[in-house]
């Protein structure tokens, strides 16, 4: 099943903290496939200093998709041992009435368990780079 970024609006969710090269996000948790699903979409916008944290119980290849978004995101894929593996940079909202079928499947180079999405430009802005570490508080 994809993951979207696409649906809540964060009331119902978990918030949690997180540090990656000195980055500090204030991060909504989607645990269940539910949560995943929802993600981000439908939303407006998303706060300075804010993020969706996307939770798997397996490292895997998890598939995202752009589902309902309205503004562009960066992607930092996660491993178990909470270091940085990929990066995926400005992915763009994709065009109003785009159907499902169309949408491109954004996939990590590497085995995840984590899934950080943050507004664009955040990653080049705080100068996030495959191999840092991440920390959680409290623990997801």
Same mark, same amino acid.
Request: net charge negative.
């Given at each position: 099943m994809l993951a979207s970024c696409g649906g809540g609006n964060g009331d119902s969710l978990d918030h949690i903290s997180i540090t990656v090269a000195g980055l500090a996000i204030d991060a909504e948790v989607a645990r269940t496939s539910d949560e995943r699903g929802l #993600? !981000? #979409?439908? /939303?407006?916008? !998303? #706060?300075?200093?804010? =993020? %969706? !944290?996307?939770v798997? &119980?397996?490292e895997g290849r998890h598939s995202f998709w %752009? /589902? =309902?978004m309205r503004f562009p995101l960066d992607f930092i894929w996660i491993d178990a041992e909470r270091t940085v593996v990929?990066?995926?940079l400005d992915v763009p909202a994709p065009e109003p009435g785009?159907?499902?079928a169309d949408l491109e499947s954004i996939v990590p180079v590497a085995p995840v368990q984590y899934v950080l999405e943050v507004n664009a430009g955040?990653? /080049? &802005? #705080? +100068?996030? +780079?495959?191999?840092?570490?991440?920390?959680?508080?409290? &623990?997801p």
């Open positions: #993600g !981000l #979409g439908f /939303r407006d916008e !998303l #706060g300075h200093g804010a =993020g %969706m !944290l996307f798997y &119980e397996e %752009m /589902r =309902g990929d990066l995926t785009t159907a499902d955040v990653v /080049r &802005e #705080g +100068s996030v +780079s495959i191999g840092d570490a991440v920390t959680f508080d409290p &623990e």
